[in-house]
C-alpha cells in the first residue's frame, strides 16, 4: 500500500511528524486542516513554496521526490471524505494567501469546493501566476461538469506521471 511506504520513508528520514496539517482556504472562504504528507523540516515557514528564499533547502530527503510525484498528496483523501474538499476543483488555498483568496473571492471562485486537482493544476500547475490561476478556476466554474472532471482526472494522471509543471 503506497500509503504506508511514504508514511514510513517520511518517518525514517526526517524526525518529526509523518503528516503536515496546513490551515487552508474552503468553499466559501472557510477554513479547514488539510493533511499531507511532511516534505519539509520541522520550523518550514507556513507560506506559499514559491515565497521561500531558497525552498529545496527546506526539504527533507525525500520531499523532492514525494512533491514531484505528487505522493505528498495522498492524504488529502482524508479532506474529500469529510466533505472538505473534493477530487476536482481549485487547488485549497493557504490561508496566508490573501492575493489568492481576495481574487477568487471577486471572480465568485469561492462559492466551488476545493479540489485534489483542479483546471489550474492541469495548465501550469506550479508555473503560472495567481492572476492566471484564478481566471482558470473561472473558466473551470462555467464549464464545470462531469466530463471535464473527468478530463482533469485523465489530465492530471499524465501530468503526474510525467512530473510535469513541478518546481520543487
Not at 504506508?4 to 496546513?22: D, H, N
Not at 468553499?27 to 507560506?47: E, L, Q, S
Not at 483542479?118 to 482558470?136: E, F, S, T
Request: glycine share 8%.
Amino acid at each position: 500500500m503506497p500509503v504506508a511506504f511514504v508514511a514510513l520513508a517520511v518517518r525514517f528520514t526526517s524526525p518529526g511528524p509523518i503528516l503536515y496539517w496546513s490551515d487552508r482556504v474552503g468553499k466559501g472562504n472557510r477554513i479547514f486542516r488539510m493533511p499531507k504528507f511532511r516534505t519539509m523540516w520541522i520550523g518550514t515557514p507556513a507560506v506559499a513554496t514559491h515565497l521561500l528564499t531558497n525552498p529545496g533547502s527546506h526539504l527533507t530527503p525525500i520531499g523532492s521526490f514525494l512533491r514531484k510525484s505528487s505522493l505528498d498528496e495522498l492524504p488529502q483523501i482524508w479532506s474529500i471524505v469529510r466533505g472538505d474538499m473534493s477530487f476536482v476543483g481549485p487547488r485549497p488555498a493557504l490561508y496566508n494567501q490573501d492575493d489568492l483568496i481576495a481574487l477568487r473571492t471577486q471572480c465568485g471562485v469561492h462559492v466551488l469546493v476545493p479540489g485534489l486537482t483542479g483546471w489550474a493544476q492541469v495548465n501550469g500547475r506550479d508555473d503560472i501566476p495567481i492572476p492566471r490561476k484564478v481566471m482558470l478556476d473561472g473558466e473551470y466554474m462555467a464549464q464545470q461538469s462531469c466530463w471535464l472532471d473527468c478530463k482533469i482526472l485523465w489530465m492530471t494522471f499524465l501530468k503526474v506521471i510525467k512530473r510535469d509543471g513541478v518546481t520543487h
